[in-house]
């Protein structure tokens, strides 16, 4: 009976440092996007290496798509982008939830509003809300 070769986790951080591919890697080694995922977040405490991966957004999309989201991840999708502003109606939009809702969960956790400011869509989202929440209070 053949035995079969132990991935070392060292040995795909290597290959994954010197190709910045999440799925190519994956395909290199015959693991999941998801095993090189927790091995590249686990040996660099934390995503900051695998946000240089040219395919970091579709994976993490990919990896996220059907599992039940907790407040703390949207938060971390907003303050993790790295390549790029945060936009929160692209997360709302990635999460399937409210924009009233990503809104929220920024400002519970900040405990202020100013996190938000980074968003590119800020002022924009600002302006809906007030203004659906105005249409509210007159309603009532």
Known sequence: MAESKKL??????????ENRSIRDTASHFNITIGKVWNIILD???GDDGLQLASDYWDVKNELIKNKVVEDYEIYDWFYCSINQPP???DIANQYDISIDKVWKIIINTDRNEEGLKRA???FEIKEELSSSKEVKNEKS
């Open 43 to 45: 040996l660099d405490d």
């Open 8 to 17: 070392d986790p060292e040995d795909i951080d290597n290959y994954f440092n």
């Open 87 to 89: 936009n929160i109606e």
């Open 120 to 122: 590119t869509d800020y």
